[in-house]
């Protein structure tokens, strides 16, 4: 059975840190996505990591993959408040998705 | 163009009740999926339809559920004589296709709530 683990499960951060959500798994996969919901809201999509040592950088977030240690990264550069919400990480299992538990992160002033 | 959409946003039920979700997929998307989301268990992946093959029903909690997709495009999500275990979130997406870049668009959801 694939497992996904992400921590931390909970952050606070103050404005213009830096900081990296981490994502495990635990079988064999080349495809990775991250996505974000806000409150009360559904899942948009931020990333989709196809192959090992992908890099993907949209504004303030970037994700890498590392396949061989079965590993994927969100990096937040110099926070803003807008980025508070919950991060998922989810790894492609026979055309499904299996998804970690969810980062929420607020980012406060 | 326009996004998944779902019908349902909210459904209230009576435990034993049957429900219906209804799920729209962006247009020309060939794969579809059910997921659910509970506090409990997080993100849980219920079903999924490729074109004209066999779902796959991997994900289905029990023999309450079950879905169909009417030529190739809509997606009904059935759960019989429901339980107040299944109060949770039911998303559904969709996909263009198997390979390449994309990726699963979500629905805004079904909240189920069985009392």
């Known amino acids: 059975e694939l497992k996904v683990e992400q921590n931390p499960l909970f952050l606070s951060m103050q404005e213009g840190k830096n900081y990296t959500i981490y994502c495990n798994y635990s079988?064999?996969?080349?495809?990775l996505y991250w996505y974000r919901q806000d409150p009360g809201k559904s899942l948009e999509s931020l990333f989709v990591?196809?192959?090992?040592?992908a890099v993907k950088q949209e504004g303030r977030l970037m994700a890498s993959l590392d396949t061989k240690a079965r590993l994927s990264t969100l990096h937040i550069t110099a926070a803003v408040h807008d980025l508070s919400a919950t991060y998922f990480c989810a790894v492609e299992s026979g055309y499904a998705l299996n998804f970690g538990k969810g980062t929420s992160l607020l980012v406060t002033p | 163009g326009a996004g998944v959409s779902q019908s349902p946003s909210n459904k209230v039920t009576e435990k034993g009740k049957d429900v219906e979700l209804r799920c729209d997929p962006i247009?020309?998307?060939?794969?579809l999926y059910w997921y659910r989301q509970s506090l409990g268990q997080g993100l849980e992946f219920l079903i999924y339809f490729q074109g004209n093959s066999a779902p796959d029903k991997s994900g289905l909690p029990s023999d309450r559920f079950s879905a169909e997709r009417t030529g190739g495009s809509v997606s009904t999500l059935t759960i019989q004589r429901t339980q107040q275990e299944d109060s949770a979130v039911y998303l559904c997406a969709s996909r263009e296709g198997l390979a390449g870049m994309d990726t699963q668009y979500f629905g805004p959801g079904t909240r189920l709530t069985v009392l």
């Open positions: 247009s020309g998307h060939t794969a």
């Open positions: 079988t064999t996969s080349d495809r």
């Open positions: 990591l196809l192959s090992n040592g």
